[in-house]
């Protein structure tokens, strides 16, 4: 894994263009840096890897999510235009993630439909736990000395005691070949029509498969994905 992350400092304003327009992004001549924008890049490398994508992981997507797509309770302000000498601005984070020499990415969830069979031995476990001296569990002596119930005779000679304890979880496992990519473009500055956040994923021979299907789920040579969040200017109401 390798990992980069690039700022350029932002110089001031020339009075005189250093580029014409037309060589210029349709922000850039928006904002007026007469030159090409500041740069800040974000990359990701993944080389032969095996994610594993848990509980910890979700529970961090809020937080990752609402940094590049922010829900903002307030009114969109247009960026005034730069004059001379003031400090040019960046326009735009871009994010880059590629996979390179075959990557994995496992999911694990919960298969809802075995619910019940696992809340039941939970529920018997409890009880047990509950009532260790019930008149069902009648104490022995042992030649050892110690005193053993009913009980505990149950609990070692139980087959379901691991199922109590421990549930299997199920998977699903995405595999992709090399030249896969994330692509994200996340502005930062409010034109006129508002802003846009860009989002595209290439994904080469996608192999999906599950724990629950007997084979691959999906095998398809390309999967791809575009998204495009507007944000308008206007007033927002709540």
């Given at each position: 894994?390798?990992?980069?992350?690039?700022?350029?400092?932002?110089?001031?304003?020339?009075?005189?263009?250093?580029?014409?327009?037309?060589?210029?992004?349709?922000?850039?001549?928006?904002?007026?840096?007469?030159d090409i924008e500041p740069e800040w890049i974000l990359e990701l490398y993944f080389t032969s890897a095996n994610i594993h994508y848990g509980p910890w992981a979700d529970r961090q997507r809020c937080q990752i999510q609402n940094f590049f797509f922010p829900f903002v309770p307030l009114d969109s302000i247009v960026n005034a235009?730069?004059?001379?000498?003031?400090?040019?601005?960046?326009?735009?984070?871009?994010?880059r993630i590629e996979f390179s020499k075959g990557t994995s990415i496992r999911v694990p969830l919960r298969e809802q439909s075995k619910d019940w069979k696992y809340a039941n031995l939970f529920q018997q476990d409890?009880?047990?736990?509950?009532?260790?001296?019930?008149?069902?569990d009648k104490s022995t002596s042992e030649p050892d000395g110690q005193v053993r119930t009913s009980l505990d005779y149950n609990s070692a000679k139980s087959p379901t005691t691991a199922a109590i304890t421990s549930r299997p979880y199920a998977w699903i496992d995405i595999k992709m070949s090399v030249a896969s990519t994330v692509k994200m473009t996340v502005p930062m500055i409010v034109s006129e029509n508002g802003y846009k956040t860009t989002l595209d994923c290439q994904l080469n021979k996608v192999i999906v498969t599950t724990s629950l299907n007997y084979a691959v789920l999906i095998d398809s040579p390309s999967f791809c994905i575009r998204r495009v969040r507007s944000e308008p200017n206007g007033k927002k109401k709540f």
């Open positions: 894994m390798r990992f980069c992350y690039h700022v350029d400092f932002a110089g001031p304003v020339p009075v005189n263009a250093v580029l014409p327009d037309d060589l210029l992004s349709a922000s850039n001549q928006q904002i007026g840096n007469k235009r730069l004059e001379p000498g003031q400090a040019r601005l960046h326009t735009q984070l871009k994010v409890d009880s047990k736990m509950a009532s260790p001296t019930s008149k069902d």
